[in-house]
């Protein structure tokens, strides 16, 4: 979603904010903007709809002189994809810009407050009132840390925002409030963003803040506060991604390079610090109850981790949705303990059901790829997937990564201690499922254009063929469905006529049979069988061979082909894999 990055420095802010921005994309976004203040204490400012390319090509960026800045990725929330919407937002007498991220939700109230005192207002947003606000009051106090208190008082809602201020030309001010904020420490030159990924070709130490403090900046100097203006002292931490991971390589796509990535994510998942893992083990075997919540894809992990838990561990869990926790309100207490999954740490339904989970008590662990995230922070521990930057909008390596964690607790759970060791098999087993490629290639050249496909599968293949569905939904944009196989006679079988496709997921393991039987039901009413299993069968019209695993890594190697699937409909029908239409990698508003 909306991305923020701010500079303070010795150098020209605009290049160093553009490529901040161009780190921003994978965010998702429909409209880019850079603000800067120059040596005659002007702000200037350059935004646009569409993509940061497009404003990279805009000849008044030449012009955009300045050494401290602020930029803007914004996905529409309140109003539409217009370039007045885009950010940053000027007050009326144009001594401030502001970037912001998340929702002000009393804004039409202190819209009406503002224009009532005589403030224009330009676009249609809730942002725009913060630049008003901080206009109003730095003209009484005419210092900034106090009008930053006072601003904050008036805003509600989850925001963060990077502002400079004319009278200020050589410092950058910022606030978070439920949304990310990470201050990047330079030489000489200090860094804003919502995102350290913006900065991290220029610096690796950083500096999280947490909820409800503010920060000013200038090129020497970083000072934290909370929101009533005492100093923070706050460690700064150096960040293991390095530049390279975030270069697409030989690769096309982000998302190809990201499925490629697997055959080392899936170890890299395994190496944990044994001490969480044991707080881990410890927590779930002492709760009185176990819940386990997500979104997405991430969901569709803790819907695999319940079954691998029930079936290796004999240990009762439930998953609930994240998007309808609020369904759930006295359900958790005290002896309740939830372990919360996302990639990015971020996705506001994650971070409000996990506030809800801590209101009645219960205990919150998490399993996050974005170490650093406000979700580790809300978390007593946390197990990261260890998987480098996720920059495809489509969750792949995560994923894989979060199973990789999930089969090694449910392992040590069930004191399956011999069975642990053929985790460390799971690489191998995925590079051979990395050379399915060209046979997928081959294959979704051939039937992507078909209008719908259905995804099957049993037990703990059933969240496989959920994903395999939103998979393919996402990045090519083909109707998809994903059911438990049995469930097809009860209702979805009417929808299949000849030549429907129809993925059955069917390792050989205790659901094998009872899963080709329902390929054959298909298969007699004329469905196309596409059989991903490590067994031919003559009722798949095509057949994904797999490599025979160990039966709890089979969910690992279907995910491989499912996602060179979507890939490559997405690729036949000539759309960008790495950013699907209207969706955002990190999802921050509910
Ligand atoms: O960052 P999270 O794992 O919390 O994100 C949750 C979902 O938005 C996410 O898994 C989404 O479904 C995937 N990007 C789909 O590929």
Known sequence: MCGIMGYVGGREASSILLDGLRRLEYRGYDSAGIGTIDSKHKLNVVKDVGKVEQLAQKTELGGLRGIAGIAHTRWATHGGVTSENAHPHLSCKQEVAIVHNGIIENYLELRQELEGRGHRFISETDSEVIAHLIEEVYERKKDLLSTLIDVVQRLKGAYAFAAILVDAPNVMVGARQDAPLVVGLGKSENFLA????????????????????????????????????????????????????????EFEHYTLKEIHEQKDAVLQALRQDPRSVDYFVDAVQGAGKVYLTGCGTSFHAALLAKLLFTSYAKIP??????????????????????????????????????KAAKKMGARVLSIVNAMGSTLVRESACTLLNNCGPEIGVAATKSFTAQLMIFNMLALRLGHRDDELSELWSTGSLVEKA?????????????????????????SIHHPLALEG?????????????????????????????????????????ATYADTLSNASEVKARGGRIIGVSNKPSKVY??????????????????????????????????????????????????
């Open 194 to 249: 919502s995102d350290a990924l913006a900065f991290i070709g220029n610096t690796d130490r950083v500096v999280f803040l947490d909820n409800r403090e503010l920060v000013l900046l200038t090129e020497k100097n970083v000072k934290i506060y909370d929101f009533a203006g005492n100093l923070i002292q706050k460690p700064a931490t150096q960040i293991a991604w390095e530049l390279g991971s975030v270069s697409r390589r």
């Open 317 to 354: 869990v439930e998953v609930l949705l994240s998007s309808e926790f609020e369904q759930y309100e006295g359900m958790l207490d005290e002896k309740s303990l939830l372990i919360a999954v996302s990639q990015s740490g971020e996705t506001a339904d994650v971070l409000s059901a996990v």
């Open 541 to 590: 019209d095509e057949y994904i061979e797999i490599p025979a695993a160990p039966p709890v890594l089979y969910p690992v190697l279907e995910a491989v082909p499912l996602q060179m699937m979507a890939y490559y409909a997405a690729i036949s029908r000539q759309q960008n894999p790495d950013y699907p239409r209207n969706l955002a990698k990190s999802v921050t508003v509910k």
């Open 469 to 509: 569905a939103l998979k393919l939904k996402e990045l090519s944009y083909i109707h998809a469905e994903g059911m438990a196989a049995g469930e097809l006679k009860h209702g979805s079988l009417a929808l299949i006529s000849e030549g429907v496709p129809v993925v059955v997921l069917n390792p050989e393991d």
């Open 434 to 458: 990395l050379g399915l490629e060209d046979q997928v290639r081959e294959m979704t050249e051939r039937i992507h254009v078909a209008n719908d496909f259905y995804f099957v599968g049993r």
